[in-house]
């Protein structure tokens, strides 16, 4: 195999690269790495914008978000969250991709209705959520025609179960996300595999464990990261509910950052060491999870290669 | 060479990054001697009034000043804050805005504003401070001593607006006291109405003036000294407070959908709807004793070829039989500010002192029925003002309008944020069927999340 010297390839190709690089770069560095760095410099300080004075506070503004129960819960929130929204997407939407790859009638017709949610704002749907839920609302009414009138309460004005309807109205779209993600990873697989495995005995359980999901187990990862950072700057879902409420009862960090911006007061220094706080977890714990979600003989296999990878990419 | 020119560039964007978040406008704040031009365009910017009042006022400016073309521009509140800061900053910013005493405004968007002494000096001679309703002025100067806006006009609450309609039909009395309002919710559940309604979910801080309405019934005194920190939010008055609030609950006087949502929309559609008979809502809902004005919130909060129904302020009942009576709080609404960065400072100065100066303007603004004037002495132009019921609207409004110019004890501006949303927290625990906490542990937890504000003292 004939290779070419590396210095000589990107010697040619470097003022050219850059230049195409450079409006991208120029837009990722201003706008996007700017906020960073801005947050990063107003979280050690007491501000509230305009001509107010601004006070040097050191790391106090991360140590209130430490202190606060309201941060913790909010944290907790994230965690309930991101676990059940999580875990009703995985079964919907596998459960949606593998029946709409059984050559189901009218498949077409369900995918759109499954689809349609994920489509909808937000906050298009909020005040139908907030009807469906509220004190006199559509569920209770429900409760009431089964003859469970006992169990009708004010299901989003209550910190029992708040939590649970800004959970309940994510996973309504949450389930048609992860049904495209899988059908479309599904459509991947190939059919002799699977007609191998029918010929063996499996039948539809065993196949879905043994062929389909570890077939797809790249785009559960996949959800897995998307779905967690959508709990860790989830805001209108809650905000447009319940506004994190009653008494911080559905707070989330996004909420919490939101309302040190917005309110009268806008401690801006307080909801800049919240969104360093959100960054630093989002990006940990997104690396973890696509270390750790890999394939390990995928990555052995990577790192045996990686030499040899990369002298055969510089072909 | 190249490293350190990669250096040498991210260490100017940070640099830059640096200087930027410092910026501030000098703090050179002397209105000069600027003369009021009589031709010239202003840019105006708030989040109130709503634009069709805010052109109503410019077209009655108009009138006097025809070659002033003044151009409104309305922001949602959270939207406003967000859009006038980097305005200012760049000095691309509005020629005259709206600042609020609230939540420390006049230190936030202040720096940017020529002092307007001066002007009113010019305009209103050397007595010109005792002219604008008490402690207007004070709450909009700023900490280092400017004042930062001339205030437009005040607002109040403290009381209640019922439905006359209603008690006429259930056959209720008015409430005077915790039993009498007791006796009146009956008769008017009894008769298909919701009684009080109330809406304390959220973030907004409206149960804040609920709290302190009670709070004056226990004692006139101790709301504002727990808010500076001369008194504690768990003293016995604040765990009186609380136990008011949640046997109102408990008794029905306060509807079980009260955490559903906020008092907009909850509450201001289920009064404006016909449905409920009492609501807690400022001076501001005088404007639907209106006629037109009646109709168009009916009609917002979804009734079709609406009837106006007569409506009318209310005392806050003395809950805490204490013979306390109630006490109406309040302060400047809102000032109107000059950018000190703007090319039209004559014509804005023009403007500004009509609005907030001139017998004229201000009564505009005094008809509108929704502001007390900011300056002492203008009344509503009954003659011109069409109100669903003139015999009985009228006086009780002219008589909360007095009480209001009157009052000394203040709205939310010497109360700080955190503690507003720290009671909010703290009705909301105590109105949540689901909490099981102590009233006490309640006000603790109060008093240990609020923060005493050091304003006006």
Redesign the interface.
Known sequence: METRPRGGRKSRLRPGGLAWLAPGFVLS?GLI??CI??SG??SFFS????????TFVGWDNYAKAFDSPVFWSAIWHTIVFFVVVFAVQVVGGVAFATAMHSGLKFATLYKVIVFVPVVIAPAIMAPAH?QVW???GTANAILDLLGLGGLA??W??????SLMVVTLVQCWGAVGFGFLLYFAAMSQIEQEMLEAARLDGAGNLRILWSIILPNVKATTVSLAILNFITALKLFDNPWLL???????SSEFLGTMIY?E??????SLGYASALSMILLVIAVVVSVLMNTTGRDRPARMKARRLAPAETGAQDV | MKKRVVAAAAASVFLFSLTGCGSAASTDTTAGAVTPASSGEVSWWGWTPDTPVAEKYIAAFNKEYPNIKVTYKNYENVDYRNAITPALESGTGPDVYDISPAGGSPDTWGGFALDPSTLAQQTLGADWKDKFGTGYLQQLTNSDGQLTALPLGGMTAGFLWYNADIFTAAGADLPTDYNSWVAACKKIQAAGKICFTMGAGGEDTFPTEFFHSIANSVDPAWFLKAATGDAKWNDPQGIEVLNIIKKMKDDGIISKNVLDAGQYPLANEEFMRGKAAMVQMGYWYAQYSGLESAKTAMESAGVSNPTPFVQLPLDFPDVAAKGNGSQVFGEADYGLAINKDSKNVGAAQTFVAWMTMSKNGQQMVANAIDLIPGLKGVEPDWTSIKLVDPTRQQPAIATLLQKSASTTQTRQWQTTETTLKAIVVAVQQVLDPTVHTSIEDIAQALQDSSEASTVGK
């Open positions: 560095v790495y700017y760095f801005y410099f107003l501000w509230r914008g305009g001509t107010s004075k601004m907030i509220s004190s006199d309460q004010g989003i004005g209550q910190s029992s179960t319940t506004q994190g409420g009653p008494a911080h309302s911006v917005s309110g009268q007061s806008r």
